[in-house]
């Protein structure tokens, strides 16, 4: 009986302690203090070297949407601020170590065997030794895919710190190095430091503009222009906004298809012209910081797509007038982003070799352009093959959605020729050392050539026309999105035939 009444006492402190400890932890009070001292908003302008430099606020998004996966941030210690996060893994390493701030999704890391937020600790002295432990987990497939996925995580975390954030300039970019004792900002770094255990955020707040003027001042910083180029995309979210107009666009025509007022088709049409506008900056600027144009990824291959298709729209609304066409081309628009925003979208600064060719960037450029062509010939053919009834001020007769759908393909056939073959086939050559090799996206191309010179030929040659050239002109822009899809989306990369 004495026996068991010790016992129950040992484990009451153990118990007591360990509850103590935990309390004295409290990572969330630690969280609202780093919120209120609101250090973000001081570090605007100062850059972190990861793939590439970029803004603080790009790296820190980033950071924490890498952590959080698809974890729900209440049931570990990251919580829903992405600046206080990242701040406090800077700032306190308890947190960074001991904190639940790395989301597992279970089943396929051996020793996780349902979703879990992990600590770095749990991480480094439970589930990687078990990873190494079972080498045959990275022979492919989910598997491998999770391991590499979390342990990226728990890499990012772990340099989750002042000597292990890129933040001083070197003498070119792959020279970048973090604060250390022998930086000439290690004083401010320790003032700072020194700041937060003293729990006082006014000195915080001091030190780190002191430490932010420092580390912009030094040699070989990036041009301020070049940073805030990105870090203003971000923060006015410029292609939610562009987004935002291409789905009020559409509503507006399908509004117009029930209505049939002229004014609201050419509302419709302003819409995607300043939605157009604003995906164009948001393109180009994504070339000024990347510094190739954007071709390079797959979020980057569908937004162009997206642009592409509504800028021929745009340019047949002109001269036709034709609003029918918006009920078609602004829909497929809309969905083409919401595709891309499944995909990464970071700026892809440092390519592979092969992919720095001119070549393969005129390949991607007169592809989307050739489908852009080619989405606005499926629209009117389409049209013709669901339409039903006399020609109206809606919708006009089957002979002008002929004209309309022929001068598409003629002018996308040339522009999809010239890429897919002709500047792809010298990339090849240059990537592969061979001009044509069966793989996907040779065969896809080749496809989509074949269907377009057949639906070219049968109206020049034969004067083919009606539903059947109709449904022609409606296949070949179906190969081509598959010959899109099939390599972006479907194998989770570009068809860049590597």
Avoid: C
């Amino acid at each position: 009986m004495r026996v068991n009444v010790i016992w129950a006492f040992v484990i009451a402190v153990s118990v007591a302690a360990a509850s103590a400890e935990d309390a004295g932890k409290d990572f969330p009070g630690r969280l609202e203090f780093v919120k209120g001292a609101d250090l973000s908003g001081i570090f605007e302008g100062v850059a972190v070297k990861v793939d590439r430099p970029m803004p603080w606020r790009t790296f820190v998004r980033g950071r924490y949407r890498l952590l959080k996966g698809r974890g729900r941030v209440g049931e570990g210690d990251l919580g829903d601020d992405p600046d206080a996060a990242v701040w406090l893994a800077i700032l306190d390493p308890e947190y960074r170590r001991d904190g639940r701030l790395i989301f597992v999704e279970g089943g396929d890391v051996p020793g996780v065997a349902d979703d879990r937020w992990l600590s770095l600790r749990e991480f480094e002295g439970d589930v990687m030794p078990g990873i190494v432990r079972n080498p045959e987990s990275f022979g492919g497939g989910d598997a491998e895919r999770a391991i590499t996925d979390i342990v990226g995580r728990a890499t990012a975390l772990h340099w989750l710190s002042w000597s292990g954030l890129l933040v001083i300039p070197g003498s070119d970019v792959a020279g970048w190095r973090p604060v250390n004792a022998e930086s000439l900002v290690w004083r401010r770094v320790r003032d700072l430091n020194e700041a937060y255990e003293r729990r006082d955020a006014a000195a915080m707040r001091e030190a780190a503009g002191t430490l932010a003027v420092a580390l912009k001042r030094q040699p070989g910083y990036p041009p301020r222009e070049k940073l805030s180029l990105e870090k203003y995309l971000d923060k006015y979210a410029v292609l939610k906004i562009g987004f935002g107009l291409y789905a009020a666009s559409a509503l507006l025509f399908f509004v117009w298809a029930a209505l049939g007022r002229r004014r609201v088709a050419d509302a419709g049409a302003w819409a995607a012209l300043a939605g157009f506008a604003l995906v164009t900056v948001v393109l180009a600027g994504r070339s000024v910081v990347a510094g190739h144009l954007p071709v390079a990824g797959t979020y980057e291959l569908l937004l162009l797509f997206s642009w592409s298709v509504v800028l021929f729209f745009l340019v047949f609304y002109s001269k036709t007038r034709g609003a029918f066409l918006g009920l078609v081309l602004m829909p497929a628009a809309v969905i083409v982003v919401v595709a891309a925003s499944f995909f990464p979208s970071d700026v892809e600064t440092q390519l592979a070799p092969a992919l720095r060719s001119g070549w393969f960037t005129a390949r991607g450029i007169m592809v989307s352009l050739g489908e852009g062509a080619f989405a606005v010939g499926f629209a009117a053919a389409a049209l013709r093959l669901f339409r039903s009834g006399a020609a109206s001020e809606r919708f006009p007769s089957g002979d002008a959605l002929d004209g309309i759908e022929y001068r598409a393909m003629a002018l996308g056939y040339p522009l999809f020729a010239v890429g897919a073959l002709v500047a792809g086939a010298i990339w090849a050559q240059q990537a592969r050392a061979a001009w044509w090799n069966w793989e996907r996206s040779d065969v896809a191309s080749l496809v989509v050539f074949a269907l377009a010179t057949a639906y070219l030929h049968a109206r020049g040659a034969r004067g083919w026309r009606g539903n059947g050239a109709a449904a022609l002109a409606v296949l070949t822009f179906i190969a081509a999105v598959w010959a899109l899809f099939a390599g972006a989306v479907f194998a989770g990369r570009p068809s860049h035939g590597l």
